[in-house]
């Protein structure tokens, strides 16, 4: 890759899964199923067979979609550094893809990973019930101020917060489930257009969480941690960790605080990634990269047609 167009990896998170995600890439290259069962080891679940063939409702389950999604993130980077794609200057991941890029910089083993983040999941099923948490992106509001005040409006003695500063014009908000539902008829009437209910019950990102973190952390320290031999930008900071224990804190505090997904494609621009591409199912992340940085290439590497286009381009 010549100079100046340097190359950055994103990883999607919970959201991007779907029943037979990655069955064209699967077909024509091992190195996805057998990513698929290291992470299996490690989950102690048959993690291909869920993505292959669902139930769509165990697909969903946070305990279950979140290594599912791991294993798919990696899953695509190891093919497309098999096929020749180049080595990324950087790395980021939405939420939970931040562990892929983790596993793709070195810092933890995929079988260990899968196991931290079933862990994540079922800590973050248990940390609110059922049913009292929601989740809702507020689209086409560029007024970051409208959205916290409206929110802290609403709470009403609650949690209500933005959890996910995705692109300009989408962001997500998250707490409980009546402060959110007072929240978008104050938007509506502060003249917000769009809002969508997430379905999902679980408010990731949010203080409500935090009992939770504090839970993960102690996973955590069982765990074998390394130097990342790839930068990676934290969805906390929006910096870069080279410590284990640094990498660790961002991670707890991740879980309770918000996604910075806007600042950390900037941030990907201020290093001089020209090309950005999506490691994972689905186009979630190229959508929020385009709407954050127009001037970047950026492209998804999920189906074949778009994995071999971006080869062929960004040789």
């Known amino acids: 890759m010549q100079d100046g167009n340097r190359l950055a990896l994103v990883f999607p998170g919970q959201g991007s899964q779907s029943v037979g995600m990655l069955a064209e890439l699967a077909a024509r290259t091992p190195i996805i199923e057998r990513s698929f069962a290291e992470a299996s ?26 290594p599912v999604m791991l294993a798919a993130d990696v899953a695509v980077y190891r093919a497309w550094r098999e096929a020749g794609g180049a080595v990324p200057a950087a790395l980021a991941g939405h939420s939970l893809g931040e562990y ?34 929601a989740m809702a992106a507020i689209l086409g509001c560029d007024d970051l101020a409208l959205i916290e005040q ?3 409006d609403a709470a009403q003695g609650e949690v209500l917060v933005p959890a996910n500063f995705n692109a300009p014009g989408q962001t997500v908000i998250a707490g409980h489930l009546g402060a959110l539902e007072r929240a978008l008829v104050l938007l509506a009437e502060r003249g917000v257009r769009k ?32 130097t990342p031999v790839i930068e990676i ?11 284990p224990q640094a990498i660790r804190a961002a991670l707890v505090a991740q879980l309770s605080e918000p996604v910075r997904w806007t600042e950390s494609v900037a941030e990907l621009v201020r290093r001089g990634c020209t090309r950005i591409g999506e490691c994972g199912p689905g186009k979630a992340l190229t959508g929020m990269v385009k709407r954050c940085a127009p001037e970047v290439d950026a492209r998804s590497l999920s ?9 062929a381009a960004w040789r």
């Open 150 to 152: 409206s929110c802290r």
């Open 100 to 133: 892929a890029a983790l596993v793709v910089a070195g810092v933890l083993e995929l079988a260990d990973a899968a196991k931290l983040v079933r862990t994540r999941g079922r800590l973050m099923q248990a940390a609110v019930p059922e049913g009292a948490g």
């Open 195 to 226: 809002s969508v209910r997430l379905p999902v019950s679980v408010p990731a990102h949010t203080p409500l969480m935090r009992d939770a973190a504090q839970a993960l952390a102690a996973q955590m320290d069982t765990l074998t941690w390394h």
């Open 41 to 66: 080891h490690g989950a102690e679940l048959d993690l291909w067979q869920l993505a292959s063939s669902g139930p769509p409702e165990d697909l969903g389950r946070t305990e279950l979609t979140q």
């Open 303 to 311: 189906s074949a047609a778009d994995f071999d286009a971006a080869l």
């Open 233 to 243: 930008i934290h969805n906390v900071d929006v910096a870069s960790h080279h410590e």
